[in-house]
């Protein structure tokens, strides 16, 4: 059976915890910070998320090797 390629936009947009959960940094913190947020928010999106749902499923079909040990 051939490699699998893996999705090089997907590889610099998400990382695989020690517990295999998909880390990824959260939208809304590149402009317009100064009105229409508050502080609290900003200070959320800074946190990475932890996706869940089935858009696990579809990561992790994009990186094949993510979890593979001997890296």
Excluded at 4 to 20: P, Y
Excluded at 31 to 49: D, I, M, P, S, V
Aim: net charge positive; hydrophobic share 30%.
């Amino acid at each position: 059976m051939p490699k699998l390629k893996t999705n090089r936009a997907a590889a610099k947009r998400f990382k695989i915890t020690k517990k295999g959960k998909i880390k990824y940094k959260k939208a809304g913190l590149r402009h317009l910070l100064t009105t229409g947020k508050t502080k609290k928010r900003k200070r959320q999106l800074r946190q990475a998320g932890i996706l869940s749902g089935p858009d696990v499923k579809k990561v992790k079909r994009l990186l094949p090797y993510a979890g593979v040990a001997g890296k």
